[in-house]
């Protein structure tokens, strides 16, 4: 980690602030911390109506959805040229949202952004910040430390059979991945039971216990994985998957022997809370090594 | 359709009678009639449990899951060699199942069944009969006129729009096919919100009207379509996807424009039914033709 007066800091010094446009939940405050703790200068630009982390001892400003116009003036005014997005932001009616001019004049453009997947939608909103001269950075860019970490994590180690089940999950999202559907999917012994869309994680592994309750799902407990990937050719510099407590609380009452995801390629906020929470439920998390080709 | 007395009756009597396994459902029935309308003798196995059909006027022995050597017996006492299995048979837990004697002496084979997905299990179940001897038939080659027809069912037509959505979903189904996940899935606005595994359509199509309900599909009612397909490789004597009144009602309460199915591909016991229900929702009801590659 970088001193206040490394090189790093220095570089960082010329770059001036660094923005953190923060959704819901706590990965947006962990980037921060982490960009401050490496020597960078942040200020939060939290999301009125998603936004919900602490704000005390940070420079912010509140910017409601469909104002680019304001964004992008606050972001001058703070001298801020690298963005982060990060967080939650679940997709709003079109009715709710009160535009400023700017936005206005950027409409058709947004419909046509939000008639295709995610991926699409994603990219849209970074070329839009990118021709209005802004940088648009990954969390993994600013901290790599929130990354997922290769191999087991935490006390219990996937099986050899568990490993297979891994190995199918991660062929099909694979597969899957130009589709634009999701980035998880629930495997056991070999099937793929769930597969994610528009519904997200949780709700599909609240999908599972239910199916198991109504013996739609015979398999005994403690059987199958949640894997999860980015998907091939996204950018992580957005909707990275992350993983955090929630989620192995799902896996757990899910039935789930444990959980696989992408080293380096998922966002694990607080490790140590997940190590806790997963070690608890008896669960494996696993780093898969990325193949070679979709490292970046 | 032959009367009593055509060449086909005189061959289909050569043949002895048919069999057809009854899981759950209208559809035994619907594959039953046509049978015996075709002219062919028919005896209904229904499996104890599952099947839940009104068996009056006809020939019938209930069957136990488990009970193989059974079921050959009896098959053979009735002089059925050709077979038809047709309807719901969910998953069962081994610990219900009373295994006769031929059944146990397969026991290993079945475990490495239930490994697998669900086309693994039933070419494997089809190997079986075919072993011991009988025909394994497709419900749509009893009974040709149960399957969908091309083109527009009903009074709605699709849009331009919903073409292209049910073109984007079609798509996806044939990548996604070889990977044994399931049949349906929802596509609204070019993008795919619900992917059908173990839950199976119902419970989809009730996973969409609940994601409008929280708000995390935000789109119009009247929008997307359910498209349904065979999985490409898929064995269509076991397992053909099936249409009916019930899907047009989960459709409806989910919102959706329309189902589009392929044309020879999906069982309809009961056109007019569906036809009544999908013009009541205002629902389309599509055939799409089959790739060339995939008829049989």
Redesign the interface.
Known sequence: MASRTSPEAAAHAERGALAVICGGGTFPLAVAEAARRAGREVVLFPVRGFADIPLEGWPHVWVPIGQFGRLKRELRRHGCRDVVLIGNV????IRDIRFDWTTLTMLPRVFSM?????DHLLKSVARIFEEAGFRLLGAHEVAPEILMPPGQLGAVAPTEGELGDIEVGR??LT??G?????QG?VVM????????????TD?MLA?IAE?RRI????RPARCGALVKLPKAGQDRRLDMPSLGVRTVEGAARAGLAGIAVEAGGVIVADVAALVRAADEAGLFIYGLEPPTETKR
Chains 1, 2 share one sequence.
């Open positions: 679940l997709r709003v009616r939000l008639r295709g997947g995610d062929h099909a597969v899957t130009p589709l634009d559907i999701g999917l012994s070999r099937h793929i039971v769930a597969m994610e869309a528009a519904e997200g709700l999908r199916l013996g739609r799902i015979t």
